[in-house]
T-cell receptor, first 115, second 115 residues
Framework: AQSVTQLDSQVPVFEEAPVELRCNYS??????LFWYVQYPNQGLQLLLK??????LVESINGFEAEFNKSQTSFHLRKPSVHISDTAEYFC?????????????FGKGTLLTVNP | GAGVSQSPRYKVAKRGQDVALRCDPI?????LFWYQQALGQGPEFLTY????????KSGLPSDRFFAERPEGSVSTLKIQRTQQEDSAVYLC?????????????FGPGTRLTVL
């Protein structure tokens, strides 16, 4: 079984500031890692994912996350945030084996970008 | 192209009532998932269908919860004799295949409130 810890339930930042949303996971097997975003009044959307290969993955809107196996982390970063990045962000993990369809989510981090 | 739709969007039930929540996945998507998201928590896996076959129901919290997808498209999550602890947002997701390489597309959810 896997578990995900998102240490920060809320992260307020000013526009154009950098941000890091932390995610740590626990698993006894190899994992796949995901970040999902939920904008106000919308469904969850996949932001980026790590399956294999390069440990640094990027999204189309400037977010990036790095898989760190030794620290069991998959922190999400953006060098300069916009008001439109205000949303709730969920880190998720699945095992890389037969039940890799089953996502285990963290509790989420509410990112609020202020002008 | 329509995304995943769910109905109703909001449901209020008296304790002890039965409820049925509907999910219309993206056309052609083989896999369908149900998740439960309690207030302040991340989504938790309930069950998984591949076409009409329910391959994993390990996350259903009790035998009061039942899900079906008889024709491999629309799915219904039924909760019998609702309890207050069933109050949550129920999310449906679909994926073109059953592997983590394939993104899960989420619907907007049904918010169930049990009085």
């Amino acid at each position: 079984a896997q578990s995900v810890t998102q240490l920060d339930s809320q992260v307020p930042v000013f526009e154009e500031a950098p941000v890091e949303l932390r995610c740590n996971y626990s698993s006894s097997v190899s994992v796949y890692l995901f970040w999902y975003v939920q904008y106000p009044n919308q469904g969850l959307q996949l932001l980026l994912k790590y399956l294999s290969g390069s440990t640094l993955v990027e999204s189309i809107n400037g977010f990036e996350a790095e898989f760190n196996k030794s620290q069991t982390s998959f922190h999400l970063r953006k060098p300069s945030v916009h008001i439109s990045d205000t949303a709730e962000y969920f880190c998720a993990v699945s095992d890389s084996g037969g039940s890799n369809y089953k996502l285990t989510f963290g509790k989420g981090t509410l990112l609020t970008v202020n002008p | 192209g329509a995304g995943v739709s769910q109905s109703p969007r909001y449901k209020v039930a008296k304790r002890g009532q039965d409820v049925a929540l509907r999910c219309d996945p993206i056309s052609g998507h083989v896999s369908l998932f149900w998740y439960q998201q309690a207030l302040g928590q991340g989504p938790e896996f309930l069950t998984y269908f591949q076409n009409e076959a329910q391959l994993d129901k390990s996350g259903l919290p009790s035998d009061r919860f039942f899900a079906e997808r008889p024709e491999g498209s629309v799915s219904t999550l039924k909760i019998q004799r609702t309890q207050q602890e069933d109050s949550a947002v129920y999310l449906c997701a679909s994926s073109i295949r059953d592997r983590a390489l394939n993104e899960q597309f989420f619907g907007p959810g049904t918010r169930l409130t049990v009085l």
